[in-house]
């Protein structure tokens, strides 16, 4: 990296938004735009994008952004009275610039720290007052790692209770070429089945039709395999007990406005999220989830996500 190289920078995105880069010394980046606290962009050192993020995305309020990593709160869907995934993804954030410290003292550049408070506008809908602190960082190998935590600031002793996820939008280069491992035997709600509960039968998850699911008690680390590009995704999490796995397929494509009619053989989506069993939160308690996500060389720690295994892969780079 070259002296001028900012590790954070600050800048106007599409149609004015601001817009924060991190970079990192082997050449990775990350995009954030302040309206959403939105991730819309995850590079690796060559320039690949990892992100998806639609054709046709729509970067002007209040239409939330279709792609990259929307923050779904409080609420996931239409589990609620609120709009669809809540409403802090077209909120304008803050730069949070005195944060609470981290109990983990970390030596990463590339990081910015996001705040978002109630509004007496949102009091109307929800009527909670919070603070939802967010920290999005990219590693020095090109890692990232949002980590959210949500306060209850109520000052009339009510608790409050949320739905939450990282809606994770992952390029991929071919649908129909792409396995998600680490759900299979589990337990999920299909929501193309009025949220109906199965078990999984397969060794992993392949794509053919429309999916939309939310698995359960899922283990730390899923992974998500792309033959074509022969890479692999790496999702780690905690705090967050489910993962959602979404791809509209060709039909419901055509139905979303803001999607492209082909995006959906590029995209996937497979989210770190709390939505089976909500979370409540006492006046002054705080919650935190955390995801994580690398892209590796494919098809690296396929089939071998026991943590041994993949500490030695992380480790070594056995493939």
Known sequence: MSLETKYVEFCKGINGLD??????????????????????SWKNEHGEELLFVSSKAIFKPPKAIRGGIPICFPQFSNLGSLEPHGFARTRFWTVDNDPPPFPTNSTNKAFIDLILKHSEEDV?????????????????????????????TNTDGKSFTFTFAYHTYFHVTDISEVRVEGLETLDYLDNLKNRERFTEQGDAIVFESEVDKVYLSTPTKIAILDHERKRTFELR???????????PWDKKAKTIPDLGDDDYKHMLCVEAACVENPITLKPGEEWRGRQELSAVPSSYCSGQLDPQTAFLCDKFGFA
């Not at 009527?127 to 939802?132: A, D, V």
């Not at 999490?237 to 791809?247: C, E, F, I, R, T």
């Open 19 to 40: 817009k924060i880069i991190l970079r990192e010394v082997r050449g990775c980046s990350a995009e954030v735009y302040l309206y959403g606290g939105h991730v819309t």
């Open 124 to 152: 109307k809908i929800w009527p909670h007052r919070y603070e939802f602190r967010l920290r999005i960082t990219l590693g020095p190998g090109g890692d990232l790692m949002l980590t959210s935590r949500v306060r209850n």
């Open 237 to 247: 999490k905690d705090g967050l007990p489910d993962a959602v796995v979404w791809n």
